[in-house]
């Protein structure tokens, strides 16, 4: 695995590569991936959940206590839940969208996969994710496992980052681009 610049990255890695681990020895790693996405959604969709992991002004006991009350009321339970109580004991929960990043790039890997981010200006249908994934297996030359975002100022078109490349059809960018070459002509 290549090495980090950032030292949250680092945190997360570490983190997640131990997640992983300890998921391959239980034989429940797609448990696991299925609880850090359902804990991933709660953390998109909800503003007091978000302050909750990255305000210092939390004590770790404040921090731990409602990460297990959420992971219960959610059903994350097992080595998932107490990932996430442990996470906060160690006052690490900063780091936990990290963390559930490089442990899908981890388990993608493990399956054969490369991981994809995809972020659209909509939400993609089964049947779109489905044809940009064979799109996308013919560009990598192997499966890909793929991360959809929403973000409406996109306009439309897709935001796709494959590793270390990225492929912007994004309406918003090409209205950029276009702006910026009048603004040269003019």
Do not use: C, W
Request: aromatic share 4%; glycine share 8%; hydrophobic share 45%.
């Amino acid at each position: 695995m290549a090495q980090s610049s950032s030292p949250i990255s680092g945190v997360a890695e570490r983190y997640a590569g131990s997640l992983f681990e300890l998921a391959l020895q239980a034989n429940s790693v797609g448990q696991v991936e299925a609880d850090l996405n359902s804990f991933a959604a709660m953390l998109e969709g909800s503003a007091d959940l978000t302050r909750l992991i990255n305000s210092p002004v939390f004590s770790s006991e404040d921090q731990a206590k409602a990460i297990a009350a959420i992971a219960d009321k959610a059903g994350i339970t097992g080595l998932t839940g107490n990932f996430l109580r442990v996470v906060a004991q160690n006052r690490r929960l900063f780091a936990i969208p990290g963390m559930i990043k490089a442990f899908r790039q981890i388990a993608a890997e493990h399956r054969g996969e490369t991981a994809a981010e995809v972020t659209s200006a909509h939400a993609l249908t089964d049947a779109q994710q489905t044809e940009l994934k064979a799109a996308l297996r013919s560009v990598a030359g192997k499966d890909v496992a793929i991360t959809v975002t929403v973000d409406p100022s996109l306009l439309g078109g897709l935001v796709v980052k494959i590793g270390s490349r990225q492929i912007d059809t994004s309406l918003k960018t090409k209205l950029n681009s276009l702006k910026l070459a009048l603004k040269e002509v003019g």
